[in-house]
Nanobody, 117 residues
Framework: QEQLVESGGGLVQPGGSLRLSCATSGFTFSIFTMAWYRQAPGKQRDLVAAINSGAITNYTDSVKGRFTISRDNAKKTVYLQMDSLKPEDTAVYYC???????????WGQGTQVTVSS
């Protein structure tokens, strides 16, 4: 059974930092592209950052220079370091695993990030 479990969300003041983690099991982590998405109330779920099996990363423009995605294949875990957080970063953050060749996609349950003073 494939599992993705996010942790690290919470309430932080503007300008602060959080580190999200997504621990996985039940699939071959190293061959999957891992990504973080977010969904604010009343909005669609959007891609924030992704890292492929070769550790190549990409980011949505609004988080470039502030967020860093990384992966640890030995721990089957993906991280999202979020710095200089802004109120507009407030959302539920979801971990995603995708393997294009086999058309496989898995989602975590989400973790709430709230940026507010």
């Amino acid at each position: 059974q494939e599992q993705l479990v996010e942790s690290g969300g919470g309430l932080v003041q503007p300008g602060g930092s959080l580190r999200l983690s997504c621990a996985t099991s039940g699939f071959t982590f190293s061959i999957f592209t891992m990504a973080w998405y977010r969904q604010a109330p009343g909005k669609q779920r959007d891609l924030v950052a992704a890292i492929n099996s070769g550790a190549i990363t990409n980011y949505t423009d609004s988080v470039k220079g502030r967020f860093t995605i990384s992966r640890d294949n030995a721990k089957k875990t993906v991280y999202l370091q979020m710095d200089s957080l802004k109120p507009e970063d407030t959302a539920v953050y979801y971990c995603n695993a995708h393997q294009e060749y086999w058309s496989l996609t898995y989602w975590g349950q989400g973790t709430q990030v709230t940026v507010s003073s």
